[in-house]
């Protein structure tokens, strides 16, 4: 589907931020109101929410049919930093920056309406009323439902104004009741999910749209309300609608703001859930062709070959999206970490890839990463010094170090205290009947901790096996002197260690050996940490973050070890694969010897997500079977036992271009770690680490 | 039995259906003007060397190797329609290792991408061991073949001529170089030659694009291209048309990324 010419103008006007003369820095001062009233934390979090709302002026434009526009830039903090210090002090544990990146209950909210919602914690209250907390939370909780309320009715109000008479009888309806349209409940999602931004939340994931959206399409589309254009329409503008506000989102870079989509699936009773909006949703976001939001694709062996056909168009266009998750080793692996059937069935994924669950998960996915690298660069450096006689005594070192690096991240995390969050408690599955904030937990409340540089962990022990142990043509003492020395004076060895041991990623099964085990015994870690603190307990992962970037070469303020020249031949600072990739500049045989190495990790036991990530030239793209390759790429990725994966494309000449020529290629989207961005919006670094992913051989 | 490889490409798009993994197997006894593969060419190993870096292209294979890599991979390849393609080069320049690959594989499905330039009787063997071959033809014209690729076409068009008894499945691929096999005269004469010819799936155009000069340098060979580069091609399909030949122009229907 084309956009419309309304819609591509309205695309273009947001790319050129036509809508910025509306903001404005004037943020309502809350520190100073509470500290005046005496509020607690919580009810300054309401405050916030309050006055963030009632500080946005309807602003209805004439070609918009969803309406919000953000005036107000920034989110003001809770306490002045004295009053925080003071505060702070009194409390046992310590606090954390807002809750983000996780997943509302849309779904639940969007069906019961807002005013059920406000009922159902009148009631709470009444039944809890002996309890003050609860009394808090509740009376704050109703507080900002009553806030985005107002906000609806203003902008109602604003659009009877204008005799926009359809947008009015929209908002009249929704949030606050069941919509009964299509219309009514985007626009009802586009406010509640724009109002956790105004309450200082980050990564706000939209879930499974496709599954809680079709009912009201399905409904208008039986009665003849609506034809699938306009449903198209509708949605493209909901898209669009996303990326309004996408520079405001912090992130570690523009485009790292965690609104992601997942779409296909099963239900919680495990029945095929792909719908005619799941396909429609693939196409519009084919034609909306922004940053956000970010597509996932829930796939199985067995999932449609057209709809994977549809799902690779996205791809062709250089998205960087869909990325897929495989519900074959996803669901299992869920239960297996104790998650209840239902609720496995109904995962979706926080900002990048982490599954979580949409509603009833307050998990902190992204806790910190262990580094593969430095545990195997410690092990070996260690034990050639010492004078270790066989391999399994490096392995032995290698898995200590992994779980001092696992112990040392989640430590001090049982500490943690998550501040408040009255209004994203109400769009949540429990807090409103228990009377406890989501703050509290709901009922996953896991940590996740990313595994990085995989591979070069893994080619570094394997190098050590292979020459040290196995061959005894490499004498320990040339090699550390040599990682000393940043392979300076040994070229030759490093050329050896480069190009002649094997290597992840070309289904070895000497190199994938010590994968798997790095994998195996990082699971071993974080089960032997136990409980969190907070009745959850640690997911480990395949994801890397930004993490590939930041411990090769360091960061102020970084708790995971740094490493420099390590025994896979790899320079001080060189970067490592980001997620689940072959170390860059490392010869792979192709992308199927890639899946079925990254299909031997055990995901029974490796939950947190991270995705594969192939990278194809653009020239895949030629010619009429394009797709349908792309397609079997994809099938085969589940076929084979892979957990999730993105398959990125691009044109090196292109992104060359765009670095001397910015100005030209202001739409040229690539793929960064989890999410999708203006290329030219990224620091230098990260420009530079998806070209050499693309830089191979002559 | 030993054979040399120099290159293996994993989801190789362009070379028959389903996922498939191509096999490039090195010599050619062909001089093709335009070939694209100069590294493809000469029979042994060779360093190549570009500003990259130096790079050996080329490497010995044993056929029990090279047949347990590909059916490690059978598990994708097979139930995603796909299989193996054996291209060079010229894979039959190495027929003694190409049959004792294929005797060895595992239930995959061959496309053998030949020019067709080998004794009758190894290309019939060869070819009953595959599923489907793509069989170049440049240029129908005997002396016009031996001036574009120093070589006569004779054998090749006898082994397309016992392709139907084969009863083995082809396409006749034909490399649209402008004015050298684009002409009229010459694509009317293939139209004529496969028309009727049973098993024939269709008839491949591959419009000519820019050789990568920088490949033969790194041969240390010079690509000096005696006809026209930048002459517009001649894309009449109508010679096959009229003789209702199934034809096909590849690279078509290419949505340009945005
Ligand atoms: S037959 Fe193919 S490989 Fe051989 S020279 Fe001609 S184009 Fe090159």
Redesign the interface.
């Known amino acids: 589907m084309p956009l419309s010419e309304r819609l591509s103008a309205m695309r273009e006007a947001v790319r050129a931020g036509a809508h910025h003369h509306y903001r404005h820095d004037d943020t309502p001062d809350i520190a100073a109101e509470a500290a005046a009233r005496g509020l607690t934390w919580a009810q300054r979090a309401a405050l916030r929410t309050v006055r963030m709302c009632a500080g946005e002026p309807p602003i209805i434009e004439p070609d918009q049919r969803i309406v919000f526009t953000r005036t107000q830039r920034r989110v003001p903090p809770l306490y002045t930093p004295d009053d925080w210090a003071a505060f702070r002090a009194t409390l046992d544990g310590d606090p954390s920056g807002e809750i983000n990146n996780i997943c509302a209950d849309w779904g639940a909210v969007l069906d019961q309406g807002l005013l059920a919602r406000r009922a159902q914690a009148l009631a709470t209250r009444a039944r809890l009323a002996a309890d003050p907390a609860a009394v808090e939370f509740l009376e704050a909780a109703v507080a900002t439902i009553d806030s985005v309320l107002d906000l609806a009715a203003r902008y109602a109000a604003e659009a009877r104004r204008l005799g926009r008479n359809d947008l009015a009888a929209a908002l009249d309806e929704a949030p606050a009741n069941r919509p009964t349209s299509f219309h009514a409940a985007l626009q009802a999602l586009r406010l509640l999910q724009a109002v956790v931004w105004l309450s200082g939340h980050m990564h706000v994931g939209l879930g499974r749209l496709d599954q809680y959206l079709w009912p009201y399409l399905a409904a208008d589309l039986a009665a003849g309300r609506l034809d699938w254009p306009g449903a198209e329409e509708l949605l493209a503008e909901f898209f669009i609608s996303l990326n309004r506000d996408s520079d405001l989102y912090p992130g570690v870079q523009v485009g790292d703001n965690g609104q992601s989509v997942m779409l296909g699936g099963v239900d919680r009773a495990g029945r095929e859930a792909v719908n005619p909006l799941t396909w429609a949703a693939l196409r519009v976001a084919g034609a909306v062709a922004m940053i956000d939001p970010k597509i996932n694709l829930r796939v199985t062996p067995d999932t449609d070959h057209e709809l994977l056909r549809e799902a690779s168009r996205l791809t062709r266009l250089g998205l960087g999206f869909p990325q897929y998750a495989n519900d074959d080793q996803v669901i299992p692996g869920l239960v297996a970490f104790g998650y209840d059937w239902e609720d496995a069935r109904d995962y979706t994924v926080a900002a990048c890839w982490e599954f979580i669950i949409p509603g009833r998960g307050m998990e902190i996915v992204n806790v910190g990463a262990v580094s593969f690298p430095a545990a195997a660069d410690a092990a070996i450096r260690a034990g050639l010094a010492a004078g270790d006689a066989g391999f399994q005594s490096i392995l032995d070192r290698c898995e200590a170090e992994i779980r001092a690096q696992v112990h040392a991240l989640i430590e001090p995390e049982r500490r943690l205290i998550l501040p408040p969050a009255p209004y994203f408690s109400v769009l949540m599955d429990g807090p409103l009947a228990t009377g406890r904030d989501l703050s509290a937990g709901l009922k996953y409340n896991n940590f996740g901790l990313h595994g990085a540089g995989c591979a070069a962990g893994a080619d570094a022990l394997q190098a050590i096996h292979e020459l040290v142990y196995d061959q005894r043509t490499l004498a320990p003492g040339d090699l550390l002197a040599a990682l000393d020395a940043d392979f300076e004076g040994y070229e030759s060895l490093r050329t050896r260690l480069r190009e002649t041991v094997t290597k992840v990623g070309n289904n070895d099964d000497d190199a994938d050996a010590q994968l798997v085990w790095l994998f195996e015994r990082f699971a071993a870690a974080c089960a032997a940490e136990g409980d969190n603190g907070r009745g959850g307990r640690i997911r480990p992962g395949t994801g890397t973050a930004m993490f590939y970037v930041w411990l090769a070469r360091g960061r102020a303020g970084l708790r995971e070890p740094v490493v420099g020249a390590t025994a896979d031949g790899r320079h001080v600072g060189d970067l490592f694969g980001a997620n689940l990739a072959p170390t860059p500049g490392v010869t792979v045989r192709g992308p199927l010897s890639t899946l079925q190495t990254f299909a031997k990790i055990p995901y029974d036991q490796i939950v947190n997500g991270g995705p594969v990530t192939l990278e194809l030239a653009d020239n895949v793209f030629r010619g009429d079977e394009a797709l349908d390759k792309v397609a079997l790429l994809v099938r085969a990725f589940a076929q084979v036992g892979c957990q999730q994966m993105q398959i990125n494309t691009v044109n090196l000449a292109t992104l060359e271009d765009a670095q001397r020529h910015p100005e030209q290629h202001r739409h040229l989207i690539v793929r960064v770690w989890g999410w999708s961005g203006y290329f030219v919006e990224l620091d230098p670094v990260y420009q530079e680490h998806v070209m050499s992913r693309h830089r191979h051989g002559l | 039995m030993r054979g040399i490889v120099f290159d ?4 190789a ?2 070379d028959g259906p ?2 498939r ?1 191509t096999v490039f197997l090195k010599g050619c006894p062909l001089r093709c003007s335009w070939c694209h593969n100069p590294e493809g060419l000469h029979p042994a190993p060779q360093i ?1 060397t ?1 500003p ?1 870096g130096e ?1 050996l292209a080329g490497r010995v294979w044993e056929a029990s190797e090279l047949a347990a890599l590909l059916n ?2 059978g ?3 097979r ?4 299989g193996v393609t054996f291209s060079g080069g010229e894979p039959l320049a190495q027929y003694e290792f190409l049959l004792a690959v294929l005797a060895r594989l595992d239930h995959l499905d061959v496309v053998l991408d030949t020019s067709g330039y080998a004794l009758p009787e190894v290309y019939a063997e060869v070819v009953s061991r595959c599923a489907l071959i793509y069989q170049d033809l440049k240029l129908v014209d005997p002396a016009a073949h031996v001036r574009w690729t120093g070589a006569d076409n004779a054998w090749i068009l006898a082994n397309i001529a016992q392709l139907p008894r084969l009863g083995v499945p082809f396409v006749l691929r034909v490399p649209l170089v402008p004015t050298v096999t684009d002409t009229p005269l010459n694509l009317r004469a293939i139209a004529r030659l496969a028309d009727g010819l049973d098993g024939l799936l269709r008839v491949d155009l591959l419009p000519y694009h820019r050789a990568a000069g ?2 033969y340098r ?1 041969c240390g060979m010079d690509f000096v291209p005696d006809y026209p580069e930048d002459a517009p091609l001649n894309l009449d399909l109508s010679p096959f048309d009229d003789l209702g030949v199934p034809v096909r122009l ?6 340009a ?2």
Do not use: M
Request: aromatic letters at 6%; glycine letters at 16%; proline letters at 6%.
């Open positions: 293996i490409i994993e989801f798009v362009h389903g996922l993994t190549l570009s990259a790079r490690r991979q598990d994708l390849l139930p995603n329609g796909g920088g490949k790194a590849a690279g078509e229907s290419y949505d990324p945005l």
